[in-house]
């Protein structure tokens, strides 16, 4: 349901090849199913932890967790969501991929609607992440514009950081099928342009600039452009949301709501599925760590168009257009160029399958989390 859950997941299947080291993993409930069968490397334990209260879990973190690693003795702690267990008594790798706290167009946007209340929470968040960072042995981002956001908040010394980009599992069929989607990469039907958002809804997922432009690229043709998304303000997890009022008003709309197709979360098998059946993937989210879906569409050579910020280029690079994050107006007409310029489609489509063979691989990103502990063992950390 998110990238923290693609990331545990997938980091568990490539590590279960290193039988040279242990692993201990403590997870939640709902990843317990992708931990059935272990191999015999592993050892799991299943916490609640992660539904408590924040008091609770605050004192999970710090006091819990702190017997645990005392009891272990591990020579390295590994803490993947963002907070550190602050003055570790083993050496700890901290992976930071929270961007929306530390994003200058959340901060801009989204945090001035925010109660008092909710805005001390982030704040708080923020000042505990940043804390964390600084007490963290090594500090890893996946990608250097979540570590530059990081950095304006708090002070990290670089010789500590790694930005370490994530894979992305191939799509399903042969690199030949693959090749010649890309390549090929056209609308089946001119008539009818597909387009994909994948991600769950939040705030910062921008969802309300992408249901405006719907009007605009349907009022010469409508029903040209047909929007799928899983991106849904009706679903139960989005409530908590500033947002999500304002964004089913949008959808409910007569100009909208006949092109927009909902969703809500889906599993893997379902979301390849999509991928493969769209024409044009769209991300206008205002701030990732690193965003999963796109690496995900261009691996299917479907051509992007993204919200113009530090982290979509540095994912994307040339291999999407990109709009001004707030404007339906700008992302209407990159639509729009886009899909009558099949050439540029089959372009886009070509440069993101191979961007993400030679950039994003999750053998990769394990070689290098694991040569970066290797590397720093020697100055004392030790290693895995």
């Not at 199913?33 to 924040?54: E, L």
């Not at 605050?58 to 267990?85: C, H, M």
Request: charged share 25%.
């Amino acid at each position: 349901m998110s990238g923290a859950a693609t990331y545990v997941e997938q980091l568990a299947q490539e590590l279960s090849q290193y039988r040279q080291h242990e692993f201990i993993w403590y997870i939640g409930p709902d990843r317990e199913p992708a931990f059935r069968q272990p191999p015999s490397h592993f050892r799991v334990v299943v916490t609640p932890a992660a539904y408590f209260s924040p008091l609770r879990r605050l004192f999970w973190d710090q006091v819990v967790l702190r017997r645990i690693v005392k009891r272990e003795r591990p020579d390295l702690l590994y803490s993947t969501g963002n907070f550190a267990l602050l003055g570790s008594p083993a050496k700890q790798l901290l992976l930071v991929t929270q961007p929306v706290p530390f994003s200058a167009l959340w901060l801009e946007t989204v945090y001035p609607t925010k109660s008092l209340a909710s805005r001390i929470g982030w704040r708080l968040r923020r000042g505990l992440i940043c804390l964390s960072a600084r007490m963290a042995d090594v500090v890893m981002t996946p990608t250097q514009a979540m570590l530059d956001d990081l950095q304006r908040f708090t002070e990290v010394d670089l010789h500590k950081t790694l930005v370490n980009p994530f894979g992305v599992a191939a799509p399903a069929g042969t690199e030949e099928d693959a090749r010649s989607r890309a390549t090929a990469r056209r609308p089946r039907d001119p008539a009818r342009i597909r387009l994909l958002y994948i991600s769950l809804y939040a705030e910062h997922k921008n969802l309300g600039t992408l249901l405006r432009a719907i009007p605009l690229l349907n009022s010469p043709h409508p029903g040209k452009f047909l929007l799928t998304t899983t991106v849904d303000p009706a679903w139960d997890g989005a409530a908590w949301t500033v947002t999500h009022k304002e964004d089913l008003a949008l959808a409910r709309r007569p100009e909208v709501a006949p092109w927009v197709r909902f969703l809500g979360p889906l599993n893997p098998q379902q979301v390849q599925e999509l991928y493969r059946e769209s024409d044009v993937f769209v991300f206008p989210s205002l701030a990732e760590s690193f965003g999963f879906p796109m690496p995900e569409a261009m691996a299917h050579g479907l051509p992007i168009v993204a919200a113009d910020t530090p982290a979509n280029r540095e994912i994307c690079g040339d291999a999407a257009r990109y709009f001004k994050p707030l404007s339906a107006d700008d992302l209407a007409q990159k639509l729009e160029s886009l899909v009558e310029d099949q050439a540029l489609m089959a372009k886009l489509g070509t440069a993101g399958r191979e961007r993400v063979a030679t950039r994003f691989r999750w053998d990769g990103h394990v070689e290098r989390f694991l040569r970066t502990l290797a590397d720093a063992g020697s100055r004392g950390l030790g290693c895995v």
